[in-house]
């Protein structure tokens, strides 16, 4: 009783705190989110302001470039003296087309010596008009600046009344040579009767600017003197300096002190930016209506309505997630057990078979030393070579499974797969274009170079049997950074993206998941094994990555195996062992396997390398006969063995008890080969013959030799390595 009062004073206390708590929170939440709000909806006004503005001054810089091109074909092919007599047939024309476009004062053209030749406003020209000073007309003297924009300016001609702007441009010559300026004044109060009409929220703000800080329009009107500059400490000015077409900043005013929030976006083609803004008071009045409207109107409604919806939106969303976090997994668990039951029953299957098949290939060597009929020879031929076949489906079937064993060594991709393109260009069809896009960069991986090798051959020729009629294959490899939640195969870390895709017939949707599943095959008869993507999927996953696979229909497919990256130095290629030196020429050597037949084999090759052979049926009675008699040179041992000790535990146990004794490993299968590989042990992949039990003995010995001299290194150094 005790106890439930204490939980329901608790919960009153707690019930208390949060009668005053929450409606603080919710206080200052609404506080900042109306806050951001409001400036998030003047940064969008003045977002779309900029794009009207833009659009506005652009249409108007265009129509001034037009009426540049159509004044140069107007005149073109006369000389100063021409002109200045066409005045009569040439100012009517220039003055329609201002009268054309309210935007306009006027139109005038200035010889190459400055003088004034025709205008639209006068008649008759004075010839002592001189407008070389001008800056629009200095500016296209030496070359040929474009379309110039000049600074305001108040009117010298009779005619033109208010100030404006002038845009100029070069008279054409048939040589390019400067040959005096056509002058186009424009009225500021366009734009500025255009911003009125857009500037309906209070503290509006527009204006259209030089680069160098030269207003050339401004809304609200600007003071008496219209000739104002930013200077070079403006915030416009900064960011023109750095480059920048699009902005937003917050300053005072140079021009008359008030503080704005101010947009810009220059205009493409000119040396022109559209400004718009907001006061900053304006902002802070619009927050404080909007925050008085929430407490008056809202807050007692919302305190109850937001904790509801909010507790509502809470669960809701868990379910929801919930939901399609169980659907997820329950999909990924089926298709991980039907590929790992898969992968169980196929790699005890190709244990079995690989121990057949050591026994039928060895005993195929001995038959052959003792047989010289040639029909009995040719028999004998194509018993090895169906043996030769059968060891590629195993090693296809434990890749899958992912119990092949492995011999990783760091290679880079943005080295290996160039040198791999004539290789699979060599394999394909003359119809088929390899293309290869790698980064300049290294993309360093940490995978078996053979098994990559065979997955791109597997790749390509599935690719090659899908475009009949020819087609492209692309390799590309990329460094990417995957986050666990962000993929479905769960991965996380750096990666390298390996894409093999093809311009071929596609894959059926309802094919697709059991595309990497063993003699699934999509092909016609007798055309596949069904083992390649197979061997794909367990070569990637088995490393440490993924495989995934998308297709459509007449559109080709794409297969991308992430590879795990490797920071370390690519390995260099060392020396071959010769076969002469692979093995001593006399020593004892144990043999522990529970194969009788295996044994048999296993023993001839031991005795043709010279070794005298002990043997024992598991690794318990091999450890007890190395314990009793102890004269053993090398330790031959079968990893997967019945019994409580397997090969690896006796390689173990041999090692440290027994680091004299030379210790080699072989397997057709088993889960333990890549540990005893990471151990530095050296496994000898069943079947095998008696060169490549000679080369494996080799590289044990090296190997022996690698693990004792680590051992003996100082601490340090062993860090290092």
């Known amino acids: ?135 629009y007309f200095q500016a296209q003297v030496e070359h040929d600046a474009g379309t110039y924009v000049s600074d305001m300016r108040s009117a010298r001609l009779p005619g033109i009344g208010g100030d404006f702007f002038d845009l100029s441009r070069r008279l054409e010559s048939p040589d390019g040579s400067f040959n005096g300026v056509i002058a186009v004044a424009v009225r500021p109060a366009y734009f500025e009767d255009f911003y009125a009409l857009i500037g309906k929220n209070a503290g509006s703000f527009f204006a259209l600017v030089r680069s160098d800080g030269a207003y050339l329009a401004r809304y609200p009107a600007p003071p008496p ?42 205009l493409p083609g000119f040396p022109v930016y559209a400004l718009a803004g907001m006061t900053s008071a304006a902002l802070w009045a619009q927050w404080r209506a909007d925050m008085e409207t929430h407490l008056m109107v809202g807050l007692p409604a919302m305190l109850v309505v937001l904790i509801v919806l909010w507790v509502a939106l809470r669960r809701t969303r868990r379910l929801y997630e919930e939901h399609a976090r169980r659907e997820a997994a329950e999909s990924a668990l089926r298709q991980s057990q039907r590929l790992e039951a898969i992968g169980q029953l196929t790699g005890g299957v190709a244990h079995d078979f690989n121990n057949l098949l050591m026994i039928v290939s060895g005993s195929v060597h001995r038959l052959r030393r003792g047989v010289g009929a040639e029909q009995a020879t040719r028999l004998l031929d194509a018993i090895a070579n169906a043996t030769q076949r059968g060891e590629s489906l195993t090693r296809q079937l434990l890749s899958f499974s992912r119990r092949q ?26 119809d088929i274009e390899v293309r290869l896009a790698v980064p300049r960069r290294p993309c360093r991986v940490k995978v078996d170079p053979s098994e990559f090798e065979l997955a791109l051959l597997n790749l390509a020729f599935n690719a090659r049997d899908a475009m009949p009629a020819g087609g492209t294959l692309t390799i590309t490899a990329k460094p990417i950074v995957l986050r666990g939640k962000s993929n479905e195969e769960g991965l996380s870390g750096d990666f390298v993206a390996v894409r093999i895709a093809d311009t071929g017939e596609g894959i059926a949707p309802e094919a697709l998941p059991r595309v990497f599943e063993p003699f699934f095959t999509t092909k016609e008869f007798g055309k596949g094994t069904g083992l390649g ?29 992430f590879l795990p990256r490797s920071f370390e130095a690519p390995a ?87 680091p004299r004794v030379l210790v080699l490993l072989t397997t057709g299968y088993s889960s333990s080969a890549q540990d005893a590989v990471r151990q530095g042990f050296e496994v000898l992949q069943k079947p095998y013959d008696l060169a490549a039990l000679q080369r494996a003995l080799a590289a044990a010995r090296k190997a022996a030799e690698q693990w004792a001299a680590f051992r003996t290194a100082p601490a340090p150094e062993r860090a290092a390595g």
Do not use: C
Request: glycine residues 8%; charged residues 25%; neutral net charge.
């Open 572 to 658: 260099r290629p060392g020396q071959p062992a010769s076969a002469a030196a692979a093995a001593p020429t006399a020593g004892t050597a144990l043999l522990v396997e529970d194969d009788a037949d295996v044994i048999e084999i296993a023993r001839a090759y031991l005795r043709e390398l010279g070794y005298s052979v002990k043997q024992a049926a598991n690794a318990q009675a091999g450890l007890d006969l190395i314990e009793r008699e102890g004269a053993v040179d090398l330790l031959f041992s079968d990893i997967l063995m019945r019994g409580g000790m397997n090969g690896l535990d006796l390689a173990q146990d041999v090692r440290r008890r027994f």
């Open 533 to 561: 993507l197979s061997q794909v999927y367990g070569f990637a996953r088995q490393s440490g990555g993924a495989a995934t696979i998308t297709s459509a229909l007449r559109r080709g497919t794409a297969i991308t195996l």
């Open 405 to 430: 064993t492995l011999q990783p060594s760091v290679i880079d991709l943005a080295e290996r797969l160039p040198e791999l393109k004539d290789m699979l260009g060599r394999s394909l069809r003359g």
């Open 1 to 135: 009783m005790t106890k439930a009062r204490d939980s329901a004073v608790r919960l009153l206390q707690l019930m208390m705190i949060a009668s005053v708590v929450l409606p603080a929170a919710l206080l200052a939440y609404a506080t900042w989110f109306t806050y951001r709000d409001v400036n998030a909806v003047a940064e969008e006004r003045m977002t779309r302001s900029l794009e009207v503005m833009q659009e506005q001054s652009l249409k108007v810089f265009e129509t001034v470039d037009r009426t540049f091109a159509e004044v140069n074909e107007i005149v073109r092919g006369m000389s100063d003296e021409e002109i200045r007599a066409a005045q009569p047939r040439l100012q009517p024309r220039l003055n329609r087309i201002v009268a054309a476009m309210p935007q306009l004062y006027a139109i005038l053209l200035v010889g190459r010596d400055g003088r004034l030749l025709v205008a639209s406003m006068l008649a008759s020209v004075p010839a002592e008009i001189v407008f070389n000073d001008r800056d």
């Open 225 to 266: 003197s219209r000739v104002l500059r930013l200077s070079t400490a403006s915030g416009l000015r900064g960011a023109i300096a750095h480059g920048a077409e699009y902005g937003l900043y917050t300053i005072n005013s140079e021009i008359d002190g008030v503080s704005r929030r101010i947009g810009f976006r220059k």
